[in-house]
């Protein structure tokens, strides 16, 4: 761990690793914002709270799907460095617009809304051209052995700033989340004018400006290798459980666990916390070495932590009729430590999951390759996590509650596992042909 801590004091490392902490800080603040609001003050229905944040969620998927192909492309094709530099400054501009919505939402709460939605989708196409960057640049900025504790520290960092990003949302009005976003925003443009160059290390690449096609393209040119498959698979898996138990958690907490907006602000922080020490803690078993063999037992222990907060969730004790628990309410009240400890636990199982699988796909293929293979990944990822959507709205639309959704998430965690156990046998065969090869 101490090596992985080590980077921060890197010069190719830091610059990234502070920009994408901001952007996470920043987006998540935002979004967390925005759907407490909506949860807490526009609608006062479950279904209807259910549905916004499902909604939301798919407006700020969609740009993964239809343009993921493309930023993969112009990541390979361009200096990465030269691409965070344009999208960060694109992220003033539309924290701007977020910022306008947060304020209208005052006093006119649907156009306000409205703003903020636009700003979503927004951020989710300036996600989607960050993303395949973040992780395609290290293995070009560091050394083969410290990609593991990289990726680790980048996820860990993800989601400190998640963390940050959920609490100071829960604590802070919207007139003061529209001031902190655009300085936030600022100061990320800045932090990332300080990367390194990272140029293009490949021939120069045809660009495909057709999503569909490209989409296909990318995919189809990723997905027939076995390892790639199998680990793009389990990854999208897990963003469907992921995105399944995010947009449940702000209405369980008002109407299963009657407790109010600083406790579902909790919650996600709580969550935050659990997948950066999952992601630091994978790379210390794992000792620098890329492998997924810890994965199938992970998110097993996932299902399991998941099974135990759905039946904490069961014997829950509600507030008095009009009254919603306060944080002290909520941690006073008996028994609310299985709670958190089970809402802990399922993060931290999901951040050992995943954290390996993403080294895995930059480090299994060619430098010139990653960014590509990494958008291949959001696509499908983005898909898995539209049907996670999907999912939600479905069940709520067929009267099961969020306690039957936990049921759910537990059955996917095992497909999951399944698949991490394939992947694990494909890359102890390969290994085993490529030993008897280098014998022979």
Not at 273 to 292: E, F, K, T, Y
Request: glycine content about 8%.
């Amino acid at each position: 761990m101490q090596a992985s801590l080590r980077l921060l004091a890197h010069r190719k490392f830091l610059p990234l690793f502070v920009t994408q902490f901001l952007g996470a800080f920043n987006d998540n603040l935002f979004k967390t914002a925005m759907i407490l609001f909506a949860t807490y003050t526009v609608f006062q229905d479950p279904r209807q709270e259910s549905n916004f944040n499902a909604i939301s969620t798919g407006l700020f998927i969609l740009p993964f799907f239809l343009l993921s192909a493309l930023s993969g492309q112009l990541a390979d094709h361009m200096d990465k460095a030269k691409i965070i530099r344009t999208v960060k400054f694109a992220e003033i501009i539309i924290m701007i617009f977020g910022a306008a919505g947060l304020l209208i939402s005052t006093h006119y709460p649907l156009v306000g809304v409205g703003l903020m939605l636009v700003a979503v989708t927004a951020m989710g196409v300036h996600s989607t051209f960050f993303g395949p960057i973040k992780y395609a640049i290290l293995p070009q900025h560091l050394e083969e052995d410290h990609v593991l504790g990289g990726t680790g520290l980048v996820e860990a960092g993800t989601y400190i700033a998640i963390l940050a990003g959920t609490i100071v949302a829960g604590w802070i009005n919207s007139t003061a989340v529209a001031v902190v976003v655009l300085v936030i925003a600022v100061i990320g443009y800045f932090s990332g004018r300080m990367i390194p160059p990272a140029p293009r290390l490949g021939p120069p690449i045809e660009l495909d400006f057709n999503p569909f096609r490209a989409s296909w393209r990318l995919i189809n040119g990723t997905m027939h290798i076995r390892r790639l498959f199998l680990a793009i698979m389990s990854i999208s898996f897990f963003w469907m459980i992921a995105t399944v138990l995010i947009i449940i958690f702000p209405p369980m907490v008002k109407n299963d666990f009657t407790a109010n907006q600083e406790v579902a602000s909790m919650f996600l922080a709580i969550f935050s916390v659990g997948v950066a020490v999952g992601s630091v803690a994978i790379n210390r078993l794992l000792q620098g070495h890329v492998s997924a063999r810890y994965a199938p037992i992970s998110i097993i222990m996932m299902a399991a932590f998941v099974w135990f907060f759905q039946f904490a969730a069961t014997g829950w004790v509600t507030a008095p009729e009009g009254t919603l628990y306060t944080v002290a309410d909520f941690v006073a009240a008996p028994h609310s430590w299985r709670i958190l400890l089970a809402l802990f636990g399922i993060a931290v199982f999901g951040g050992m999951f995943v954290v390996p699988l993403y080294a895995f796909l930059t480090t299994t293929v060619r430098k010139d390759e990653t960014a590509r293979t990494v958008a291949a990944n959001n696509v499908v990822n983005s898909g898995a996590m539209v049907v996670g959507a999907l999912v939600i709205m479905g069940a709520t639309g067929a009267g099961l509650n969020s306690r039957h959704a936990l049921l759910v998430v537990c059955g996917m965690c095992f497909v999951s596992a399944l698949l991490a156990m394939k992947l694990q046998r494909a890359c102890d065969k390969e290994q085993a042909a490529k030993a008897q090869h280098e014998q022979g």
